[in-house]
């Protein structure tokens, strides 16, 4: 090997991989408070993550006390990182670990070796594709993701098409909507396997009346047809099995999350089953010493603001470590039982923290109106609390992290469901 071809050495103290909303937070965080270099990678022309390219307000209401739209966003979580002392590297992609632990990053100037005292995984996460659904039929242009159709409109400035079936009725189904109309193309159907869509009933009237998108709930989609160009899809009846074909040249694939989690899985982290992202206790520390992960990459997905604050509680764990603290007693598994799908944080150790903002995230399959939480413990209740508000397929449900006080880790994993 050359000396040019070899990688350069960084030793920064936190390095945090992301610089999405979750990253650049604990960024700003650990940067104003450490002595320490805080470098921040990203394999993205530019930093700000999602909203970069989400080019609607809807953000920063619960971090930074406005709304803003994504972009607006963005740039403020960026400078204030910047602001506080971070460096932050855009074009440069985490591919993997040597064997001490240090980051190997590939960038457009050659390769950096990146071996930090403290990392923080803030990689989000993304819609799964047409692919990973294992939707049958002609493989034709036109067919994305919200993600892939925000790059294209907000960053090419292209054109999407002209009659666009969304699959899928969550808020960002909604946001892929509010896409396509700006950029010309009318929603010619929404399709959500659930009785309603999963979105809050004021999106959904809102898109219902005001965008003036049909939707049709309780089915799927279950052949593409077109060569070359989409051309048209089959909708069929979860119920009745009835198919139509609907003619549109566009088909979005939207929600339906998966973490980011390949750098977390090659790095040995032990991953959560159900989120599939990595396993984290209420500090956010993962299942590796000095490896932390925050953001849509520990709960897929929820908001923009949420998803910061983790980037602050993140912070705090990592100064922690930084300064000598390490977790103390044995460990237990925090489970969702069904209707749930899955819980974040999902590991508790005795004397940690209580996790970002006192709430534990839960994600359902089905909706439940009034629920009533229930935690268990080798199959006695120990808590329960009935919750204000309906818990929904698509979005986050919340529940406070008080209900696990002092329940002790020792005795076994711990339960959360419905009574
Ligand atoms: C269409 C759409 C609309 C939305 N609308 C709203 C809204 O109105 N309000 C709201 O609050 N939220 C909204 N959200 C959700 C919000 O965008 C996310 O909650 C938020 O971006 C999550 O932040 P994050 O930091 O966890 O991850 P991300 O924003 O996904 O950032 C992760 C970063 O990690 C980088 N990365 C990943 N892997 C690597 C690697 N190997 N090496 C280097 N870098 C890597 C990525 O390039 C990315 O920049 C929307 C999401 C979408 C898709």
């Not at 805080?38 to 909203?51: K, M, Q, T, Y």
């Amino acid at each position: 090997m050359t000396p040019s071809q070899r990688p350069v050495d960084m030793r920064p103290d936190v390095l945090v991989i992301g610089a999405g909303p979750a990253g650049l937070t604990a960024a700003a965080d650990l940067a104003g408070t450490t002595a320490g270099e805080v470098l921040v990678l990203d394999r993205e022309e530019n930093a700000g993550g999602i909203p970069r390219h989400s080019d609607h307000l809807g953000y920063g209401v619960r971090d930074l006390h406005r709304m803003l739209t994504g972009p607006d966003y963005a740039r403020r979580l960026v400078d204030a990182a910047t602001a506080a002392g971070a460096t932050i590297r855009t074009r440069a992609m985490v591919t993997g670990w040597d064997a001490d632990g240090s980051a190997e990053v590939t960038t457009p100037t050659g390769r950096l070796l990146v071996r930090a005292k403290a990392t923080v995984l803030a990689t989000g996460a993304r819609e799964r594709p047409r692919s990973a659904r294992l939707v049958p039929g002609d493989r034709p242009r036109g067919v994305l993701t919200t993600g892939q159709l925000q790059n294209l409109v907000h960053l090419h400035h292209a054109d999407p098409g002209h009659r666009a079936v969304v699959v899928g009725g969550e808020l960002v189904s909604w946001s892929a909507v509010l896409t396509l109309r700006e950029a010309g193309c009318r929603t010619v159907l929404l399709t959500t396997e659930y009785p309603s869509p999963e979105s809050y009933a004021v999106f959904n009237l809102a898109g219902r009346l005001a965008l003036r998108t049909p939707v049709a709930t309780g089915t799927r989609v279950v052949d593409i047809i077109g060569e070359g160009r989409v051309r048209a899809v089959v909708v069929e009846s979860i119920e009745t099995g009835q198919r139509r074909t609907v003619e549109c040249d566009t088909v979005v694939f939207t929600g339906d999350w998966i973490p980011d989690h390949e750098l977390a899985r090659l790095g040995g982290l032990e991953l959560d089953t159900h989120t599939r992202g990595p396993r984290v206790d209420t500090a956010l520390r993962t299942s590796r010493p000095g490896f932390f992960a925050a953001g849509n990459l520990v709960h897929p997905v929820d908001t923009a603001d949420i998803s910061a604050l983790d980037g602050r509680h993140v912070a705090a764990g990592v100064r922690a470590y930084l300064e000598g603290a390490r977790p103390s007693g044995p460990a237990a598994l925090i489970l969702a039982d069904k209707p749930f799908r899955w819980i974040a944080p999902n590991v508790l150790r005795p004397d940690d923290p209580a996790p970002p903002r006192g709430r534990l995230l839960l994600w359902t399959d089905e909706l439940v109106r009034r629920p009533h939480i229930s935690v268990r413990q080798n199959g006695y209740e120990l808590a329960h609390a009935r919750l204000r508000w309906p818990a929904s397929p698509g979005r986050v449900v919340r529940v406070p992290s008080s209900l696990l006080d002092g329940i002790d880790p020792a005795a076994g994993d711990v339960t959360v469901g419905l009574r």
